[in-house]
């Protein structure tokens, strides 16, 4: 029996549960669950060759997930909510015997401050009850660590020189959108950069270092320097890398409304009065936003998302560049989602089914690097992401 609770009800959800049920000998009973029945309902009757069963539930409250959960009895929950949910979620999972999977890492919601050390302390827990957790296995975190763990298990002897690079080359049409939640996508990119070199880490001002890049079937695009969460875990796990880097693109437009927005102090996280009422800035911000899970009926273009790495191989220096494109169309004509979403809900689904066929389960609290990237690798030429190698060419890092 497969049976699997999806938490989350946005754009990157309605991939991967779609994608779920497209491989539905393996997921054999699914349930969908968020804050707003609705919008899970509406996911689901989407669906028309199995039957999604569908719940309300507040992943705030531990007492509420685990009452869901001893009722659905889900052998693995996906958790597709917000980050600052993942703990409360895992402590569900370990009240009930339950394994889990992610696709971004912890973070506070009065901080953006990101760290797996406070997931990374569960180990423990889960490894004595027996139970998987499976840590940020979206797109970047996610299939990045598995590009770089099967470049370490294939083609180096020695991983000296990581650079993550992420470009979404496609065109919403709108003013100005996130291509996930804008809150924390929002966040994320206006925190400090920081980078991995030489055993310690060294932090930049926002946006400060950026460079164009040149990405497969887009040509150059200016790409900026910043702090991505799977630095941590990979410059953990693979100790020879002596500098790892995150790279993303972004246009001037994005980036002037980006400075507006913060000028303006409706980047804050922290609390104000309003009317008598107590709101957060980039909450407001959100709501009046554009929805990412609706931008993908008109969006072109398409992402390129990748690694290029250098090292050792039998003592000499070898260049590799790993990477998939993905066309937003094609996202939204087999998901109903734009592309951003289809590359973190598709290999959520693969770390699922992995799971759930035993290759990827062990107890305790891992990182998608650290296991087997073979059947995941062959599983993105299978379920719609095809990756492509490129060996000693100009990595212009």
Known sequence: ???????????????????????????????????????????????????????????????????LFNSFKPELVVNLALPYQDLTIMDACLAC????????????????????????????RFKEAG????????????????????AAKHHFDEI?????VDCNAGDHHKAFATNFNPEINIREITQKGKYWENGQWVETEPQEIHKPLNYPNIGPRESYLLHHEELESLTKNFPTIKRARFWMTFGQ???????????????????IMYNGMEIVPIQFLKAVLPNPGDLGENYTGETSIGCRIRGLKDGKELTYYVYNNCSHQAAYEETGAQGVSYT??????????????????KPGV???????????????????????????????L
């Open 1 to 67: 029996m497969g049976r699997v609770l999806i938490i989350g009800a946005g754009g990157v959800s309605t991939v991967a549960v779609k994608k779920i049920a497209m491989n539905a000998d393996v997921f054999t009973d699914i349930m969908l669950a968020s804050r707003t029945k609705s919008k899970c309902d509406a996911i689901a009757a989407a669906i028309k060759n199995v039957k999604i069963q569908t719940a309300q539930v507040d992943a705030d409250n531990v007492d509420e997930l685990i009452k």
């Open 131 to 150: 139970l998987t957790a499976i840590l940020g296995c979206g797109f970047d975190p996610g299939v990045t660590g598995v590009f770089t763990a099967y």
């Open 160 to 164: 000296q020189y990581l650079d993550i």
């Open 366 to 396: 891992f990182n998608v690097e650290e296991f087997n990237p073979d059947p995941f690798m062959k599983e993105l030429n299978e379920q719609g992401l095809p990756w492509h190698e490129l060996f000693n060419v100009d990595l212009e």
């Open 344 to 361: 973190t809900g598709v290999p959520a689904m693969i770390g699922a089914k992995l799971f759930m066929q035993g290759i990827w389960r």
């Open 97 to 124: 015997g339950v394994n889990y999977l992610d696709t971004a890492n912890y973070e506070p919601i009065d901080e953006a401050k990101y760290e797996y050390s406070w997931q990374w302390a569960y180990q423990d």
């Open 253 to 271: 437009e994005y980036l002037t409304h980006l400075r507006v927005i913060q000028n303006i102090g409706m980047s804050r996280i922290d609390p």
